[in-house]
């Protein structure tokens, strides 16, 4: 099992171009997150699915857009990047529910936008 | 909205000291979560503390949530240079399906 894997791993952008970050997970989990971590400020979480079908908006949406293609892939979208996306996004996945609802986290992607 | 804090931010010790990170949420938890980060690593799941006064140990970390499942710690016993890395606590407010809100995370540093 690959567990969650992430694309791409780093990534140079100018402002107002968009790009999309890719998730998938082999563990048949239900849930799946979007975080980034930026320096001194923990995991914050963007968006989440709690299961196939659904999305809602975490604690930082603004400037994001995600689409939960199938149960295994999970997308985040900026439609027109700004320096203050600058950031390590990582996505996640957990089965949700079940003891202890672990979250298992992918490498990560490291964004720069100039 | 609820809030976790984390205490201290950072903290460098001397291989063998003992080493304690706190985590206060604003709101009652249902549970909470610890992970470790390695630098330049994602996080990884370390425990989950469910019960009131909970206290649970692996080898040498010992994690405490406090009686009112506001509070939590994370001791360490005689760190190594393998404890390196940020320590983050993840509170989850309601028993049934919600997210997982984190503190900032504490850093540690070992000295050998």
């Known amino acids: 099992n690959a567990g969650v894997t992430q694309t791409p791993k780093f990534q140079v952008l100018k402002t107002g171009q968009s790009m999309t970050l890719q998730c998938a997970q082999d563990?048949?989990?239900?849930?799946m997150y979007w975080y980034r971590q930026d320096p001194g400020m923990g995991l914050r979480l963007i968006y989440y699915?709690?299961?196939?079908?659904?999305?809602d908006k975490g604690e930082v949406p603004n400037g994001y857009n995600v689409s939960r293609l199938n149960k295994r892939e999970f997308s985040l979208r900026l439609e027109s990047a700004a320096p203050s996306q600058t950031s390590v996004y990582f996505c996640?996945?957990?089965?949700?529910?079940?003891?202890?609802?672990?979250?298992?986290f992918g490498p990560g992607t490291r964004l720069t936008v100039l | 909205g609820q809030q976790v804090m984390q205490i201290p931010q950072y903290q460098h010790v001397q291989e063998g000291e003992d080493f304690t990170t706190y985590c206060n949420s604003s709101t009652t938890l249902s549970n909470i979560q610890w992970y470790k980060q390695r630098p330049g690593g994602h996080p990884v799941f370390l425990i989950q503390?469910?019960?009131?006064?909970e206290v649970k140990k692996q080898k040498r970390l010992t994690f405490q949530f406090g009686e009112a499942k506001k509070n939590s710690s994370l001791h360490i016993t005689a760190t190594q240079t393998t404890d390196v890395g940020t320590y983050f606590c993840a509170g989850r407010k309601w028993s049934g399906y919600s997210t997982l809100t984190f503190g900032k995370g504490t850093m540690l540093l070992v000295s050998p």
């Open positions: 503390l469910v019960k009131s006064g």
């Open positions: 699915s709690a299961s196939e079908g659904t999305t």
């Open positions: 996640a996945s957990s089965v949700a529910g079940g003891p202890p609802d672990t979250q298992y």
């Open positions: 563990m048949n989990h239900n849930s």
